[in-house]
């Protein structure tokens, strides 16, 4: 269809009903939507269809057989019956067949909706495996088959195959005495996650799913995503944590609180627990996925034993128990004595938009100073100062369902398939509809298996890659000169500073091969519309300023902006980076970036808060640190943070946090920050408050209370009013989140139309400014937020630490699929640390074999700042020359190693690269 064009309206009959149906509709499609029940086990609406079932046949009009639902299209004026004599009886047919090789006792047994003890007496058919027709389950698809076509009995001869319970995977497990071969877990893997760890092995009567020479799901390339069962329609994929659980007293939708993609979730309860998590379907931004944090690592944390329950308080060098009036009347006389630049707070992306708010709005009305950041300062700070500075918005310019629909996308600085998984399943949604892609990666990521050109620079040298890029997309007159005349400004400086970046430096400063660079910039700059995805491979580099603007100068020299699937679209590490900066835990600006040094804006919140504040905007996160070892700097408040391990030169931060002569630690476990804290106040999670999440698309979404705090744990925001009040100060009487969002809303222009009530259809991607706004899938559009897209001249500056002889390697970091951030929450989590147990320093064989090291061997890896021990894994996803770690892990912090470098502009430290030497231990 061509875009913009409308979708032509279809009349047709379906058992009598007039409906109305868009062309190109099937059958199915239209009979759910109007309510009409077909029966369907091979059919999913994540899938493309293909009948194999023959359980939605249908009857049509002037058509002859029996078409099947699913694959039928809907013409003008069609009469279609769905339930006719005929029709059940071809279903319970064809049911048979399919049940002469399944355990079939419970489906056609009269007393399975009422009979307690049945599954007793079907132990050694269905129910060993906790099969999901178990009355005390009953979800199972199969049932609703059976029951809709009246089967009560299967005449033919049954054949079990008496298969083993296969458990190869950590949540669910495998029992395919129970398969129907309906094909839908194979075709989720393959089509939608593009795993393919499991197959149909063998043919004929022996047909099964599998994996590939009976190997384990591990070691098929299975990422434990949980979509196969989502797919499954019986029990033959069941999660082990839902067995026997039945169905859930309630079920509540709310927003993930790992990355920043913002999944949507059905927290199902039961008993006042989170027994199961499923991915929502009907939603744009994940569409029925989940990675395998959202899918299976949000119960066991959110209940583990280790929660904090009750507030701790430090005596005699040890932390101990204490009730909240102790704690809270502990935590407001100690602050009392730091109002001021003396003080600091430590926000969380982890938290609320409402929570951040108040943090904010706490440090700069009671505490009297702009001393607020969060981590956004260590992962995307680049981003907002860079983008801003370019385009007027430091955001991700697109939306997340547009990507599917590029003609080329550039993924750079980006591991989305561990990072953000569920938008790596648009990405190759892109290539499968004949997207090409260009991955720019020193590692070969999981996206190098898809892209037309992978371009395998050296770490920290992006601005040579891009500028080399824009350098021949001008000498090859391939600019787009007509956008860039009308719409942007500052192009012939920009023009000039590419003199400096011809191919023979460009392949010099970047390892990458002139022809390669060539290539991938015509790929880029012609095949239209094309998008750039980045994320912290671009930003934690002390140039990662320079790197967002070159992002945002070849978007803008290509015409790539302010329309469908282009744009520059930054990946936002946590849940909540995105609204965090947008209700200003930043240092320099009030909510929506109002800035703290423009006086009107200063009016306008001290009339809003009834108080006096300060002009000058406070210290960054690092600058934080360095403060308070310096002793400028005496009391913190550090909210959901972990610094001991996210920080780079993470020794140097233990020390400065050690010389506080006040912290306070608000958290869901005591971490090893929480554990150096006088105070620690426990927290609720996600999952016990309401509130909103804005994703990295700019999407606010609600989180929704599903269950009551663990123990005595409260939520962040009410603890903070709490202790303002206690300071005898106004405008914290907040009841409710919602009543939080009504007052952002009132001060923040991009938030203006946003309200509980409206967020509780879906979200609204800011800029939202009235209460009628649909929201703004796409920024820029015929005109830049700043007024003119400004080019950034740009000079290539390498980073600020490189090898030598006394530290020959580069240690670059990254995350993994199975842990997120300083390992919090996920390494509570069993099923993920048997996956991932321990973190490894992955290292090339070249580089291997040099030092005599074998996989598994543990080393030593030491920087000028630290060393860490951890296990060797020996793999060519790292080049020769890099190392890589993860920085999950209390046990081998990679963070003890990192360069503290600064960028200069957005203050970010330089994770990315810093020089190591490996020795074997």
């Known amino acids: 269809m061509v875009v913009g064009q409308e979708t032509r309206t279809i009349d047709l009959t379906i058992d009598g009903q007039q409906v109305k149906a868009k062309e190109g509709a099937t059958v199915l499609e239209v009979a759910r939507e109007g309510g009409i029940y077909i029966p369907t086990l091979c059919y999913h609406p994540s899938l493309t269809p293909y009948g194999s079932c023959r359980m939605c046949i249908v009857e049509i009009e002037n058509i002859r057989g029996f078409p099947t639902a699913c694959t039928t299209p809907v013409t003008e004026s069609m009469v279609v019956n769905t339930n006719t004599p005929q029709l059940q009886e071809l ?6 067949l399919a049940l002469s090789e399944h355990p079939y006792a419970c489906l056609i047994c009269d007393r399975r909706e009422r009979c307690q003890p049945f599954h007793i007496t079907l132990r050694k058919t269905a129910v060993t495996s906790g099969c999901t027709m178990c009355p005390k389950n009953r979800r199972c698809e199969l049932q609703e088959v059976v029951d809709y076509v009246g089967l009560t009995e299967v005449r033919l001869s049954p054949i079990y195959r008496d298969l083993p319970i296969l458990r190869d995977s950590p949540f669910f497990d495998r029992d395919y005495n129970l398969c129907i071969l309906c094909g839908r877990c194979v075709r989720v893997c393959q089509e939608v996650r593009g795993a393919g760890a499991i197959a149909f092995t063998y043919r004929g009567s022996q047909a099964l799913v599998g994996t590939a020479f009976d190997r384990s799901l591990q070691d098929s390339g299975c990422q434990f995503c949980g979509a196969c069962v989502d797919a499954c329609p019986t029990g033959a994929l069941m999660e082990r944590s839902g067995k026997w659980q039945g169905l859930p007293e309630s079920t509540v939708t709310t927003t993930c609180g790992y990355c920043g993609v913002g999944c949507q979730l059905n927290l199902e309860i039961k008993g006042g627990k989170i027994v199961r998590v499923a991915p929502v379907l009907d939603n744009s931004v994940n569409q029925g996925q989940a990675c395998v944090k959202g899918r299976f690592g949000i119960a066991e944390f959110v209940h583990h034993p280790q929660r904090l329950t009750t507030p701790l308080i430090q005596r005699n060098g040890e932390l101990v128990e204490a009730s909240w009036d102790e704690a809270l009347t502990l935590v407001t006389k100690r602050l009392a004595n730091y109002k001021g630049n003396q003080f600091a707070f430590i926000s969380s992306a982890k938290c609320t938009n409402e929570e951040n708010y108040l943090a904010q ?44 629909d590029a003609a080329c996308i550039l993924v750079i600085g980006s591991n989305t398939s561990s990072g953000h998984p569920v938008i790596a399943l648009e990405i190759i949604k892109a290539v499968r509809n004949g997207g090409k892609l260009i991955v720019a990666n020193p590692r070969e990521i999981e996206l190098c298996r898809y892209a037309d050109i992978w371009l395998r620079h050296f770490p920290g040298s992006d601005v040579a890659l891009l500028m080399g890029m824009m350098r021949v997309i001008i000498d090859e007159e391939l600019a787009d000169l007509a956008f860039v005349e009308e719409q942007c400004q500052d192009f012939d400086a920009f023009r000039e500073s590419l003199i400096n970046f011809d191919l023979d430096l460009a392949e010099k400063v970047t390892g990458v091969t002139s022809d390669k660079i060539v290539e991938a910039a015509r790929l880029y700059a012609t095949h239209k519309p094309a998008s750039i995805i980045y994320a912290m491979g671009i930003t934690q580099h002390s140039h990662g300023t320079d790197n967002v603007s070159a992002t945002a100068n070849l978007a803008m020299l290509a015409g790539n902006i302010g329309k469908p699937s282009t744009g520059v679209n930054p990946l936002r590490g946590q849940n909540n980076v995105q609204g965090a900066c947008d209700l200003g835990a930043l240092p320099n600006v009030y909510t929506a970036y109002q800035r703290v040094d423009n006086p009107d804006i200063q009016k306008k919140f001290e009339t809003a808060w009834v108080c006096s504040l300060d002009a000058s905007p406070g210290l960054t996160l690092p600058e934080m640190i360095e403060a308070a070892y310096s002793g400028q700097i005496k009391a913190v408040y550090l909210m959901g943070e972990n610094p001991l391990l996210s920080e780079a030169d993470a020794g140097h931060a233990q020390e400065a946090l050690s010389k506080l002569d006040f912290l306070v630690v608000q958290d869901i476990f005591l ?80 938030y203006g139309g ?16 009235t209460k009628d706004h649909p929201g703004t899938p796409i920024l820029h559009v015929g005109k830049f937020v700043r007024g003119l897209g400004k080019f950034t001249p740009l000079e290539y500056r390498p980073p600020a630490e490189l090898p030598d002889e006394e530290y020959p390697l580069v240690l670059t970091t990254g995350r993994s699929l199975y842990h997120f951030h300083t390992g919090t929450m996920t390494r509570r989590v069993m099923g993920l640390n048997a996956i991932e147990p321990e973190g490894v320093v992955e290292i090339n064989p070249v580089d291997a074999s040099h030092l005599k090291i074998a996989d598994g061997d ?41 360069n503290p470098a600064l960028d200069p502009v957005s203050k970010i430290p330089e994770f990315k690269v810093c020089a190591v030497r490996v020795e074997k231990v």
């Open 91 to 96: 279903r319970r047919n064809i049911l048979e």
């Open 361 to 404: 709005k706490f440090t700069r009305m009671v505490m009297a100073t702009n001393n607020i950041d969060h981590c956004a300062r260590l992962c995307h700070a680049p981003t907002v100062a860079g983008l801003a500075q370019a385009f007027g918005s430091g955001a991700m310019t697109n939306s997340i369902n547009e990507i599917k």
């Open 671 to 750: 971490t090893e920050t929480a554990q150096l804290a006088d105070v620690v106040l426990p927290a609720a999670s996600f999952a016990e408050k309401d509130g909103t999440f804005t994703n990295t698309e700019r999407r606010i979404q609600r989180v929704r209370k599903a269950i009551e705090p663990i123990g005595n744990a409260k939520p962040d925001w009410w603890i903070i009013c709490q202790i303002a009040k206690r300071l005898e100060a106004e405008g914290f009487d907040f009841e409710h989140p919602s009543q939080i969002m009504a007052e952002i809303a009132s001060l923040t222009p991009s």
């Open 754 to 769: 946003i309200s509980y009530q409206r967020l509780e259809e879906c979200g609204l991607q800011w800029p939202c400014p």
């Open 858 to 898: 543990k080393v030593k890896v030491i920087s000028r700042r630290g060393e860490v021990i951890a296990k060797v894994r020996v793999t060519e996803e790292s080049p020769p020359k890099v190392v890589f770690m993860t920085f999950h892990f209390a046990e081998s912090a990679a963070n003890i190693l990192t």
